[in-house]
């Protein structure tokens, strides 16, 4: 993506997200912890991609609604969640959205 990327904060404790925004596009990539579990987003959402990160079980799904790749990823029963704007490319955002993944479960 063109432009460069800022850090954004944690926006509370409990229930909050941190965020990289693009100075030029806007997009964001967004991470947050979720007390659900992947049963309970895949009842809610069932199209999506079941994985495993890392030796976690996890769950990616491509919402066009909302133009975002989010994944979910079990990480000692709470949801580590992370989020990537779309492009027009669907296998590259499950590619890109899984790596992402895959580094902030390597860094949990």
Known sequence: MPGSWTEGTLTKPVGGYCY??????????????DPSTLDAIKAGAPSGTDLTLGGHAAYSLRATGVHVQTT??????QLLIVEIPLSSDAAADLSNATALAEIAVGNT
């Open 20 to 33: 990289w925004e693009n100075t030029s596009t806007r997009d964001r990539v967004i991470t947050a912890l």
């Open 72 to 77: 979910w990823i079990d990480i000692d029963g």
